[in-house]
């Protein structure tokens, strides 16, 4: 009998984990490619791989700090029964990356489509053409936010079709780095690391987890023996000008400090980043300041 429960839990279990996962094949028929599931958060990406943007010369690489992404999260507490986009409302929150030129439509298309500007800023410094970011966030049936949130995307340049198949792998020696911060993900010429906080952060008393952009986020270009990184610091106020310090101290360029949430607790802060040179020396500077918050550990 206790053998049978046992079997019958696992069989729920697994029934309502696929369950879970297939909710969002109609968000993903709405945007017309697939998407990722990383723990709770289902996310589409975006990059401006139409933009040739140059900072001081360097070409910035789409992965880098071109990426457009939208991220999905249930709002369904009950976790009896599988869940449907048409019982389990969702929290959606995300970052464009617009021209300049592009702003002023976007804004209007987020408010028509009754959703909430978060955050309008820049990322980098001294690129050609200017960048802006815009965040947005919204609640309701996952089906019509993603409505929404694709018509603001078709006022943009960005390409929405699916990412062609990947061009072959691109082998880069990240060693000396890796030594430095861990194992990183390796995404052709780029290194990417991900590092959640300690703390319970909240959204309008929603908690929300790392990968709905409440992790510090630190990507490495190769451009022959050196390397471009930026990212950026999620901190708490105390932690602010400590990490200024240590970064500047090392050769690093703070480039912007601003919150992507209204109503998070604790208060955020998000502080980006530039700079170009040796990729151990960065990697070096970059965790000292890592050391400075209250960060985890990198986890894959």
Known sequence: MKKAAIVFLTFLSVFYCRAQQNDWASVEKVFGKKGTVQGDVFKISYPRTDLNVKVKGFAVAPGLALGSWVGFMSMSKDMAMPRTMESNPATMMGDLVLLDTEVPA????????????????????????????????????????????????????????????????????????????????????????????????????????????????????????????????????????????????????????????????????MMHFWAVGNPENLANGLSKALAATNHQPIKL
């Open 106 to 269: 976007v804004l209007k298309k987020l408010v028509e489509e009754g959703l909430k500007i978060t955050a309008i800023h820049n990322h980098l410094i001294n690129e050609t053409p200017n960048v802006k970011y815009v965040h947005f966030s919204g609640t309701g049936d996952p089906v019509k936010l993603a409505q929404a949130i694709k018509s603001v995307l078709q006022v943009t340049g960005t390409p929405l079709t699916a990412a062609p198949s990947p061009a072959a792998a691109i082998s880069v020696d990240w060693s000396g780095v890796e030594s430095i911060l861990g194992p990183g993900k390796h995404n052709g010429i780029l290194l990417q690391y991900s590092f959640p906080r300690k703390e319970k952060l909240t959204e309008s008393e929603m908690e929300m987890p790392p990968q709905m952009g409440m992790a510090t986020g630190i990507n490495f270009q190769k451009n022959g023996d050196s390397a471009a990184i930026t990212g950026d610091f999620v901190l708490l106020a105390d932690e602010i000008n400590p990490v200024i310090r240590i970064l500047i101290d090392n050769g690093i360029t703070p480039t912007a400090l601003h919150n992507h949430m209204i109503h998070d607790n604790p208060r955020l802060f």
